[in-house]
């Protein structure tokens, strides 16, 4: 388990007198599915680079080390419809519109509909397969709908959401600044902005460390990476 029953040698179980699987095969049929988010969150710019752009380098990144370890990969985007949808290609030449930022990868002020992420998963693999979906876990309503959309997908799927973190929310630096002795400081209302500033940071810290808890009790895993260790996370990651 979890190998399928076709994976099974005939000759090195009647030797072994046990179950054994052809491991070279098992190893080498992996699928690599990516949902890459294109909807309102994805429009902005981190550091002086579209916010858009971070997350296409990575879906490229992966499917690039998916082909070059054999595997198929698929790919979908969306936002509050499906906009583009690649399934099971083994070369990177399936992937030279995202490459080109065509329309159906670029993001559309509205809202993203994660409840199509289960449908476009069942679409593009029927078995088992490695689920990466490409999304901003920075809005704490977002991750609720995503516990919601990616139950179904944990079950049967090894499921990951990678985002990149978001530096106005970082709860250190806001502690920082609300414990600076500045002049602005000095009115009442910049310390209640501020002081409002530290409390949703915080907020924000706490719901996603409960999103995480609860997502690995699905069964998923997640990733919130800043933008220094965007790429080099990316390429680790598969």
């Excluded at 099971?88 to 329309?103: D, N, Q, V, Y």
Aim: glycine share 6%.
């Amino acid at each position: 388990y979890p190998d399928p029953v076709r994976h099974i040698d005939p000759k090195k179980s009647a030797r072994y007198d046990e179950p054994m699987t052809r491991v070279f095969e098992a190893q080498h049929n992996h699928h690599l599915i990516i949902g890459l988010d294109t909807g309102r969150s994805m429009i902005g710019d981190v550091r002086g680079s579209k916010k858009s752009d971070y997350y296409a380098s990575a879906a490229l990144a992966l499917a690039e080390n998916a082909v070059r370890s054999r595997d198929r990969v698929s790919l979908f985007s969306f936002a509050g419809s499906m906009r583009a949808e690649i399934r099971g290609a083994r070369s990177l030449g399936a992937f030279l519109p995202l490459f080109r930022s065509a329309k159906e990868f670029t993001p559309l002020e509205e809202e993203s509909n994660y409840r199509l992420v289960p449908a476009a998963v069942s679409r593009a693999s029927g078995s088992r397969a490695i689920v990466v979906i490409l999304t901003d876990l920075s809005k704490p309503s977002v991750q609720d709908y995503l516990l919601e959309a990616l139950s179904p997908v944990c079950r049967k799927h090894l499921t990951v959401v990678v985002s990149l973190s978001d530096s106005g929310n970082d709860l250190e630096t806001h502690v920082m600044e609300f414990k600076a002795d500045r002049p602005e400081m000095k009115t009442i209302e910049s310390f209640k902005n501020l002081y409002s500033e530290l409390l949703y940071s915080y907020y924000a810290k706490e719901k996603l460390i409960l999103f995480r808890e609860h997502f690995a009790k699905l069964g998923g895993g997640s990733l919130a990476v800043n933008e220094r260790d965007w790429m080099a996370t990316v390429d680790r990651l598969y």
